[in-house]
Structures are given as C-alpha cells and as structure tokens.
C-alpha cells in the first residue's frame, strides 16, 4: 500500500501533507549533498600571489583558465591532490610548485605500481591531451614532482631557453617516481646547461615523445611505448642507467653534445644517431636494433667532435656502428672496446658500415674489441681482447697484394698500383689519407664503377713519366699513358676529390686520358695550401680530358689552386667551374663554356681557345689573369664582372663580342686590357647595361684596321657613346695601334688624340679629315690636341683656326 494512501477519507488529508512534508525533507537533504561534494572541487584564480596549500580535502582542482604562480609565491601540493584542466590551459610556474610532500628518495620502482596514494595531473576525462605545466621565458620559476602521475595531457611540462637560470640550480623541475602517459610530449623547451629538467625513477610510457627540445637528464626511468625518445638532434641530454623498450621500427634518440651511460636500450629501427659534436656513449647495452649507433656527420673533421664509443655490448644487431651516408668528414677512431657479440675480425666488420662499405668516408675503428659480454660490475675483470690482422678493409685489398683489382675504402700504407695489376675498379668512395702516398704507374687504368670519388688527403702521385719538356697539348705523342674513365655502360661519373678543411691533399698526373667522368678535379678549398710548401694542390701536365661535365669544380684558394698544364680539353659542358685554376700552354675547343659563371683568381696563358661561335666562352671573370692566349669564335670571348682583371697580349678573332665589361664595386676596379690583337670581331670591347664605372684601361690596342680615324675604331667599340644599352662607363681605347701588335722589340704605330667624354669625341671625329688628309701616311709625330671649339672644319689642307700645323703630321712611337 502506498505510504499516502488510506482505508479513511476523513484521515487522507492530514495523512497527504504528511507525505508531501517527507518528501520535501528528502530532496533538501540531496540537494545538501550535492552541495557538499561540490565544496570539494575548487576553481583556481587566475593568478595566486600568496602563498597557499593546496589539500587533498579540498581536492581536486580544476583549471579553467591559464593560472600563474606569482613570482615569490610557494605553492605546497599535498600528496594525493588531482589538478583537473579543463580545457588546453597552461599553468605557469613563475614562482615554486613544491608536490612533493612524500619521500621518494629510497624508492627506485620506476612509477607508481606499488604507490598506495599519489598526485594525480591530466586533462578532464571528456578531453583529449590538453594542458601543460610551463616555465616561462626568463622566470625563476621552478617545480617538484614526487610520487605524480600526468595523463593525457598536451605536455607535461614546456620550458624555454631561459627558464630559472642561476635559482633553480642544477635543476629547474624534477621529477622522482612519476608516472607518465598518454602524453603528446613529457619534455618540451629549450634549457641550457645545468639549468634543466630532471626525470628520476620513473616510468614513461604511450607518449608520442618523450622529449623535444634541449637539456634533460633521465636517470634510472623505463621508457616504453612511444613515438621517439629524442627526435630532433636536441643537444645536452644526459641518459644514465635508463632502459628504453622500441618498438622495433622506430629511431629511438637523436641528440648531439649529449652523454648517454649505462642503459640498456632495445628494439629500435635506429636506436642512436649522433650529430656533428662530440657525443659519450659507454657503458652501455645494444641489442635488437637494425642499427645501434649512427655516427653524424662531424663539424670540420675535427677530432674535437668526434664521438667516443666505448665499453658497450652490442648484442642481435644487424648493424652495431654506422657513419652516416654520404659523410665526407674524417674517420671515427674511438670506437674500440666494445663487445659485438662475434669474436672474428670479419663478423664483426660485417656488422661496422664505413669506408670500408662504400658506406661513407670515414674508418670506424672497432679494434682493439672485447671476445665476450663485458660485465659493467666488475671492470677489474674485463674480457679478454681481440683485434684485427691488418689495416685492410676485409675483402678490399686496394693493391696490397699482386692481382687485386678492387678499389674501396682506405688506403692504410704507402702503395704503388701497377700498370701490370691493372685495370683498377673503384666499386666504392676510396680514401688516401693524410700522410699516405699512393703512386700510380703509366700506363694503369682506374675504372669507377658508379659515381664514386677518390678523396685525396695524403698524396697522389699519377706522373711516372717525365713530361716536364713536352709540349704536345695532350697524347697525341704518347705511346703509352694512363686512362681514368666511368665505366663503359654509365654516364659521366667519379671524381679525384680535395675536402673542405683545408686538409693536405695534393696530386700530380702527367700523360693520362681523363674521360666520361663527372668531375677532373673536384677541389672545396680543400688539399694542400701554400702555407704547407704547395704551390698547387694538383698540377696536371700533358693530359688529354674528353667527355667530362667539367675538369675542374671547386673553391680553391689564391696560390692553392689547380694547374692545367699543355694539355687537350675537348667534348666537355664546362671546363672550370668557380674559382683559383690555372690553364697553361692548353688547347681547349669543343666546349659547352670555358669558365661559365664567376670565376675569382683564375690564370689563362698562352692557350688556344676554339669556339663554336655560339657561346659565351669565359663568363664574369673577377681577379683574373689572361695573357698570350690566342680566342676563336665566340659569342662573347670574356665577360668581366665587379674586379679588376689584366687582359694583355691576346689575340681575339671572330667573335660577336671579344670582350663585354661588367659592372664594378668601385672606381678603382677597372680592367687592364693592353697589347691585344682584335680581328675580325663585330665588335671589339663593349661594356654592358649595367657598367658603372669609366673604363680608361683599354689602350694600346690593335682593332684590326689600319686607321687613323677614331670613328672606325669607335665603331668597334660599345660604351655610354653610344645608348643607353651600354651603361654609364666610356671605354678609353685611344692611343691605338694601327697595325698588329707583336712581341718584336720595335712597336707597331699608334695614334691618338685627347677627349674625355663624348661631345670632344665626336668634335675630333669632326676635325680628323683637316688634320690627316687620307693621301697622308703619318710616321712620327704626334698631332696636337684639339681644342673643344665647335667650329665646323674647313675642306683646304690648311690649317685650322685652333693653330694646328698646315702640313700633313707624321706620328711616332707614344710612350704612352
């Protein structure tokens, strides 16, 4: 029976309000409930600027905004409190965050599995990984964690480069037997030095990343199922006594000037890979990675910046160290002492990738290495050693032996390969280091089997004939000579390489065919300089370069360049690229260009040079020197750009344009172009739109006319004269010779006249046919100048009235 119902009308009305009062009485005591349990919940100020204790009854406490702890402020979390955001808010720590009111300090159980109570931060369970805890940019702020598990959260604690620096020494947040998951990062931030985050004992796991960013130490946590560990070659990170679970796939830490000490790290695609300083990583165990450790290209070769690997167990790799591909930096000699799980000099090279592969350039330097598992308790007792019968790669004997044909890896001692041995097949990058000579024999050939190099440190000596007095221009005469060449079945590959550095490489090559490789010589102001007694880093004599990209690519500097010397040039795209080579006595036709964009110091003598009449022939030369060179059919023959260049005593024919003057960077960067021959060119000196400077260089000259009329020679000459398409510089190119120049003691006849811009030009020009009548044929002496008068000439042979001679002039010798 319902409590309000009854037998009795007459009792139903008092029965009624009875109930309805029950009723009444219940849901106020609810409502007081409800009411209790949401004192319980306490929304945080925007800002706290008192100290304050955050307490498990009055937990949890839920951002619903960004909160800052004021600088000077001290906030005390009880253990056991949950901090709640509620929404993608920050909570900024620019005074102290003390939540450790538990003692960690003996408890090393890497997370809370056997925590009874603990603190509790994360993101509102309806949200996903919003929230972080950040130390801001220049604040003191710092921070304890004890005994705290963060869960989903966007970051779990964001610190910038200048967070707390001399405060919070040695650490600007720390965390001891935390719990992290569900997390897209637990580290993010930049901290230098010693003013970084530490994470103690405890267990990271289902994270994205564990730290982005600089600066951290991890001691004695277990990381596990996560995205990376380092993902972005973050500097400063100390790893000791951690063990890090990959998934198999991943590459697990990238980091660089970092130390990473006694952990145990498993299951990772790639578990290490170092950047260009120097890096410690010992102590350590290795086992199920497809590759261990890769070693990153170094800054400058330096032995400064490389890594030290030592004292590891390397177990189950495919791959135990590696120098990362296409590493042109020096070898990794401090790797040794480890233990690879194999006890053969040739099982264990199996599992090293360096020169010796092809892999890089550099020699990892496993030896001497331990023949069993070392055990990082008892260094009293270390394992017995190995190390390696010799300095050969395996399998690659780069002529220690007669027969060997294979060229790969590292030359380790001085070698001579003979003609008898040969041919020579480089399958991989060779290197001759520094102090190693390797000598060539005439007659070898050397065959690059894909787009190798051979990186010249040491010295290279391909010159076992005497060519010292033959002058043939290459091998026309040579009965026997050596041959470097790309395989028949490629394209244009290998290259003799000098590295940037300034390492002491140099070469010599007389009497050898260089043919379909990419690169001669490939020079990155690397090889030996002329402070180390080198006038050259390679000088090349009587050589013949067919079917090549270019014979010469590189930087070299002033006096450290590369000698071409009375040798062929034929079938080639470029012949010199950039800058500081020298051509001698060469002939050089079939190009695509000689120098085709902004060579710097280059040296042209005595060469002949055949166009096709089609291309610009030696394009924006700057600091140049060409003399004696005899050019053929160009489109352009030269072009200057913004230094001075000396162009003398060359012989240009058939061109559109013999020489093009570029702009300068200043006045006194004028060219010296003197004693030249012009013949049969459209136009002789030209400067370009963009000339900015006078040109008053270009003097004594033969334009290839036997005139005394400065119009036709103006007419082979391009300047501000002329328009506007020719820029702001008048080109100087009187006096002139009015017959070839030769080297004979007595000059050919020149003549001239003065002006200085183009208005007395073109009054001379007006006044010529009165002084030199075309009956006359001057021989000695030279006219008077003309004065600026405007005064149209008379048609008599007197003379004018600006007090000129009446007769006819002879012209001599100008000292000029």
Request: with cysteine.
């Amino acid at each position: 029976v319902h409590p309000c119902a009854s037998a009795s009308p007459s009792l139903r009305v008092p029965k009624l309000f009875s109930c309805v009062c029950g009723l009444v009485m219940f849901a106020l005591f609810f409502l007081a409930c409800l009411m209790a349990a949401a004192v319980d919940a306490t929304d945080l100020a925007s800002t706290i600027t008192v100290n304050t204790t955050w307490s498990v009854s009055s937990s949890p406490f839920y951002l619903r905004s960004n909160v800052v702890i004021a600088e000077g402020v001290k906030v005390r979390v009880m253990n056991g409190v949950e901090l709640v955001f509620a929404g993608d808010y920050t909570l900024v720590v620019d005074g102290i965050l003390d939540f450790c009111q538990v003692d960690t300090s003996d408890v090393s159980t890497r997370g809370l599995a056997n925590s009874e109570s603990f603190g509790h931060v994360h993101a509102d369970a309806t949200l996903s990984r919003q929230g972080s805890i950040v130390f801001e940019e220049n604040s003191p702020g710092r921070a304890e964690f004890c005994n705290v598990l963060f869960e989903n959260l966007r970051i779990a604690v964001n610190t910038s480069d200048t967070s707390c620096w001399s405060d919070c020494r040695p650490h600007i947040a720390t965390f001891d037997n935390c719990e992290f998951s569900n997390l897209g990062s637990v580290l993010d931030g930049e901290q230098y030095g010693d003013h970084h985050s530490l994470f103690e004992d405890s267990h990271v796991h289902d994270v994205d990343a564990v730290a982005v960013g600089e600066s951290a130490t991890f001691f004695n946590n277990l990381i596990e199922n996560f995205g990376t560990v380092l993902a972005d070659g973050e500097w400063n990170f100390n790893f000791s006594n951690n063990t890090i679970q990959g998934n198999g796939t991943q590459d697990c830490l990238v980091f660089d000037k970092s130390t990473f000490e006694g952990n145990i790290i498993d299951g990772c695609g790639v578990a290490i890979t170092t950047g260009s300083s120097s890096n410690t990583i010992r102590y350590n165990t290795f086992s199920n990675h497809g590759t261990a450790i890769v070693m990153g290209s170094k800054s400058g070769g330096s032995e400064a910046n490389k890594d030290t690997v030592t004292f590891n167990n390397f177990v189950s790799n495919t791959v135990a160290l590696s120098i990362a591909p296409d590493t042109r930096d020096d070898d990794q000699p401090n790797c040794n002492y480890n233990y690879f799980g194999a006890t053969t000099q040739t099982a264990i090279a199996g599992m090293i990738l360096d020169v010796c592969d092809g892999q890089a350039v550099g020699l990892v330097t496993f030896w001497p290495y331990f023949l069993d598992t070392i055990n990082f308790y008892d260094f009293e007792h270390l394992p017995t050693t190995g190390t390696i019968s010799d300095l050969a790669c395996p399998g690659v004997d780069n002529g220690h032996s007669a027969g060997s044909s294979a060229l790969k890896a590292a030359f380790v001692e001085h070698t001579t390969l003979t003609a008898a041995d040969s041919p020579f097949y480089v399958v991989g990058d060779v290197l001759i280091p520094d102090g190693i000579n390797v000598t060539f024999e005439n007659g070898v050939e050397i065959i690059f089997m894909a787009d190798y190099d051979i990186i010249v440190r040491g010295n290279l000596d391909f010159c076992g004939i005497d060519t010292s007095n033959d002058q043939s221009q290459g091998l026309a005469n040579a009965a026997v000579h050596g041959h470097i060449h790309g395989d028949s079945g490629l394209s244009r590959v290998g290259s003799f390489l000098f590295e940037s550095g300034g390492t002491n490489g140099r070469a010599q090559f007389c009497n050898v065919l260089f043919e379909n490789m990419r690169y001669a010589i490939d020079s990155n102001t690397g090889g030996c300089h002329s402070t180390d007694g080198c006038e050259y880093l390679a000088t090349l004599d009587n050589c013949q370069f067919r079917n090549l990209h270019r014979a010469f690519y590189g930087y070299s500097t002033v006096g450290d360049g590369v000698l071409f010397k009375d040798s062929h040039f034929t079938q080639i795209t470029e012949v010199a690229y950039r800058s500081a080579v020298t051509f001698e006595n060469n002939l050089i036709e079939n190009f695509g260009s000689v120098v085709p964009f902004q060579s710097y110091y280059g040296t042209f003598i005595g060469n002949t040079i055949r166009g096709n009449g089609t291309q610009d022939c030696l394009y924006r030369i700057e600091r140049a020197v060409i003399e004696r060179n005899t050019i053929d059919s160009c489109s352009t023959a030269i072009t200057t750009h913004w230094w001075y260049n000396t162009i003398q005593y060359n012989t240009f024919s058939n061109h559109g344009t013999a020489i093009m003057l570029g702009p300068k960077k200043s006045g006194d960067n004028q060219d010296t172009i003197n004693f030249n021959n012009f013949v049969s060119n459209t136009i002789a000196i030209s400067s370009d739109s963009a000339a900015n400077y006078a040109q008053p260089y270009c003097n004594l000259n033969y334009f290839g006319v036997n005139s005394y009329d400065p119009a036709v020679i103006a007419a082979l000459v391009n300047d501000v004269c002329d328009d506007g398409a020719f820029g702001n510089a008048l080109v100087t190119f009187w006096p002139w010779f009015t017959t070839e120049y030769t080297t004979a003691s007595t000059p050919p006849t020149m003549f001239s006249f003065d002006f200085d811009d183009c208005a007395s030009f073109d009054t001379a020009i007006s006044r010529q046919l009165t002084w030199f009548p075309t009956t006359a044929s001057p021989t000695t002496a030279s006219p008077t100048s003309p004065t600026t008068s405007t005064a149209s000439p008379t048609t008599s042979t007197t003379s004018p009235t600006t007090g000129s001679p009446t007769t006819s002039h002879t012209l001599g010798t100008n000292s000029s």
